[in-house]
């Protein structure tokens, strides 16, 4: 009877952990479509895109002061007390999100939306400690565990893509009067997720794996060459990552001449479409790496994409708006042909490449740390903030020069990463 009754809280903590591997996603595919609103608010500004980026920083921001503590919760208090914190937390950065949209003052509600942001970042640094082992622990680990992370990763992907779809058809058409309250009913359904789930781990038993003493280490991660030069190279993708969908937003959904969505009607919900396209590619491209993993090399499959990234991103920056293409888009109540550069049909394609680059920097970076690589898990995890500051540096960019002269900065980063695939991955 014992072993029913875990087996049926087993499951149910399962669904939760899928349900907070979505989660995860939302919570920080969210800045981009969001940002839009308070670009449009501060319209005017030299740096409106550079403001509208600022939520995505605070959001990653919290990495940088989260990454390491995170794991050292895990420790102490363990997977259950560790995923409930994190939702906790999460509920607070939401609910801090939507106060911003009450206040009558803009500036006001801009802080306070920061702060929501950053809290949230805290969050959802928290639960990317503890999905990705406490998932494992729950399916038993092996085969059984690894095939449920591939699952939840699924999960995050499928998030992912739906995210700036939902949201750019609840904002429609921005001006400098749409105000944050315009997503009220996605930040409820937020918070209701993440309390039901607050609520199902605490009556669940969730047993932690035993901890061996700590030991006491001669050298750190840093020792490795292969190491340091993998940091710079995350630090540097989960800023393209982020910057690539995240700008291609903002540009399409600029209905001035400077913008890639001049006359376009609910430009807004066209750019929602066209960023969640590329999550969506993200998606398939994991997937589709995945079946043929175990015959490439983590090496030659970071080559290949780094590679090819390149070219479409060069691509992109060379032809701009200077030629267009027809592409059906689902705005959220009808699907209609809408007339879009052919810059964003090559920029969006970068979500094939993009898709396994986390997994493959990863391996060639802990490739022989050995009793290192726990620590460098925990750093790893810290250059995440890439994501935060890459895009805010884009961006301003952007507002200085252009769109597309923006894309120079993740066309270097991948231009970095490529060198690392080739040549800075040796051990």
């Known amino acids: 009877m014992k072993t029913t009754t875990s087996s049926k809280g087993n499951i149910v903590a399962i669904i939760t952990m899928m349900f907070l591997f979505a989660m995860i996603s939302f919570v920080t595919n969210l800045a981009a479509p969001v940002g839009v609103i ?7 500004g030299e740096n409106a895109n550079t403001i509208g980026m600022l939520g995505n920083a605070m959001n990653f921001l919290a990495y940088l002061f989260m990454g390491i503590p995170s794991g050292k919760m895990l420790a102490k208090i363990g997977y259950k007390n560790t995923a409930m914190t994190g939702v906790a937390t999460g509920i607070a950065g939401l609910v801090l999100q939507f106060l911003s949209g009450t206040c009558s003052s803009a500036e006001l509600g801009f802080s306070i939306y920061l702060l929501g942001a950053f809290v949230c970042g805290f969050s959802v640094c928290m639960l990317n400690t503890v999905v990705n082992p406490m998932i494992n622990l729950l399916g038993g680990g092996g085969n059984r565990g690894n095939q449920l992370n591939l699952i939840g990763g699924t999960l995050n992907s499928l998030s992912g893509t739906l995210t700036p779809m ?4 609840l904002i429609g058409e921005v001006t400098k009067d749409t105000k944050i309250a315009n997503v009220n009913v996605v930040l409820f359904i937020a918070m209701a ?29 840093w020792d490795f060459s292969n190491f340091k030069l993998g940091a710079i190279a995350i630090f540097l993708y989960v800023g393209l990552e982020v910057g690539i969908p995240g700008t291609l937003f903002f540009y399409i959904s600029d209905t001035t001449a400077a913008g890639g969505g001049t006359g376009l009607a609910k430009a807004t919900a066209v750019a929602g479409f066209v960023a969640a396209t590329y999550w969506f590619l993200m998606l398939v491209g994991r997937f589709s790496a995945g079946l043929i993993a175990d015959k490439v090399s983590s090496k030659a499959m970071l080559t290949a994409t780094s590679l090819l990234a390149i070219a479409l991103m060069l691509g992109a920056i060379i032809l701009g708006k200077s030629c267009h293409v027809e592409m059906p888009v689902f705005t959220g109540s009808s699907v209609a042909i809408y007339h879009l550069p052919v810059a964003a049909l090559l920029l969006v394609a970068c979500g094939l490449c993009t898709s396994v680059m986390w997994s493959c920097i990863f391996n060639l970076s802990v490739e022989g740390l050995g009793k290192y690589t726990a620590l460098g898990s925990g750093i790893f995890m810290m250059m995440v903030v890439g994501g935060g500051i890459m895009p805010l540096i884009q961006n301003y960019i952007a507002d200085h020069y252009s769109y597309m002269v923006s894309y120079i ?5 991948m231009a970095y990463i490529s060198f690392y695939a080739i040549k800075g991955s040796k051990r």
């Not at 939902?166 to 058809?169: F, H």
């Not at 900065?409 to 980063?413: C, E, F, I, N, W």
């Open 38 to 44: 308070w670009k449009n608010t501060f319209a005017g």
């Open 166 to 169: 939902l949201v750019g058809s």
């Open 193 to 221: 997720v993440f309390a039901a789930a607050f609520c199902i781990l605490y009556f669940i038993k969730i047993n932690n794996p035993e901890h061996k003493p700590e030991e006491k280490l001669a050298h750190s991660p």
């Open 409 to 413: 900065v993740p066309l270097l980063s």
